[in-house]
């Protein structure tokens, strides 16, 4: 049954509920999961990747005693 007192049932809205905010463009959701999946994947690079980093890389002389 339809409610005539529901916005969205009147003519012309287009089922639209006035004062509605409109949702994310689908393009700011792909790029948003994109850049989510880039920072996962470099954070793992880091931690698994381990390596000869550290703040004691680059010291000269200091590991060779």
């Not at 005539?4 to 009147?10: G, L, N």
């Not at 949702?23 to 999946?37: D, E, F, H, N, T």
């Amino acid at each position: 049954m339809v409610d005539p007192r529901d916005p969205r049932t009147e003519p012309g809205t287009g089922g639209a509920v006035p004062g509605a905010r409109p949702g994310l463009p689908r393009w700011v959701k792909v790029s948003g999961i994109a850049v989510g999946i880039l920072v996962l994947a470099l954070v793992a690079i880091l931690l698994i990747g381990g390596g000869n980093h550290g703040p004691m890389r680059h010291a000269v002389g200091i590991t060779d005693v």
